[in-house]
T-cell receptor, first 113, second 116 residues
Framework: GDSVTQMEGPVTLSEEAFLTINCTYTATGYPSLFWYVQYPGEGLQLLLKATKADDKGSNKGFEATYRKETTSFHLEKGSVQVSDSAVYFCALTDIFGNEKLTFGTGTRLTIIP | KAGVTQTPRYLIKTRGQQVTLSCSPISGHRSVSWYQQTPGQGLQFLFEYFSETQRNKGNFPGRFSGRQFSNSRSEMNVSTLELGDSALYLC???????????????FGPGTRLTVL
């Protein structure tokens, strides 16, 4: 079945550092790929998405490119802020009529000033 | 546009009881999905409803059930609660249609269920 493998955490960075959180996937169909973020005590917020190969999703300075050849969707940000501290989840859905999201295990990110 | 709302936000129950959680989707969204989040198992898909029909189901026992009403609001029910059912239950809605490409799911704040 479909699966998502995500970089183990926790990750601690200094403010203004460069961030990469690795995500690779296994899917039999044509998945859409997502990054969701969860702040303490809250639900999941959609951060960005990509629906086909070579698409780049971006939002709030975060970017991720759908790489079919390496089955990857790594999350990057050039300069992180303390407010980026949260748990980040990589996820996929099968594009054809199946709303089920398959999630990675999540990566806890802490940014220190 | 209002987001996905879930009630109640917090619940405390004892083993053997049953519980009903409610979810109101974003206006115009007809698909509602439910997920369970625990520290040990992470985020797991429970089921999805579209136009009052269960369209997809995850690997959970029959104690977990749900339904959707004509206004797209959804409820999930857990009967005979066990300690392991303690979790954050998240609801998500999507604008997906009857057939074709899946939509993007938007999540509510969740209901924190504690089973004692």
């Amino acid at each position: 079945g479909d699966s998502v493998t995500q970089m183990e955490g926790p990750v601690t960075l200094s403010e203004e550092a460069f961030l990469t959180i690795n995500c690779t996937y296994t899917a039999t169909g044509y998945p859409s790929l997502f990054w969701y973020v969860q702040y303490p005590g809250e639900g999941l917020q959609l951060l960005l998405k990509a629906t086909k190969a070579d698409d780049k999703g971006s939002n709030k300075g975060f970017e991720a490119t759908y790489r079919k050849e390496t089955t990857s969707f790594h999350l990057e940000k050039g300069s992180v802020q303390v407010s980026d501290s949260a748990v980040y989840f990589c996820a996929l859905t099968d594009i054809f009529g199946n709303e089920k999201l398959t999630f990675g295990t999540g990566t806890r990110l802490t940014i220190i000033p | 546009k209002a987001g996905v709302t879930q009630t109640p936000r917090y619940l405390i129950k004892t083993r053997g009881q049953q519980v009903t959680l409610s979810c109101s989707p974003i206006s115009g969204h007809r698909s509602v999905s439910w997920y369970q989040q625990t520290p040990g198992q992470g985020l797991q898909f429970l089921f999805e409803y579209f136009s009052e029909t269960q369209r997809n189901k995850g690997n959970f026992p029959g104690r977990f059930s749900g339904r959707q009403f004509s206004n797209s609001r959804s409820e999930m029910n857990v009967s005979t609660l066990e300690l392991g059912d303690s979790a954050l239950y998240l609801c998500a809605s999507s604008s997906t249609g009857l057939a074709g490409l899946t939509g993007t799911q938007y999540f509510g704040p969740g209901t924190r269920l504690t089973v004692l």
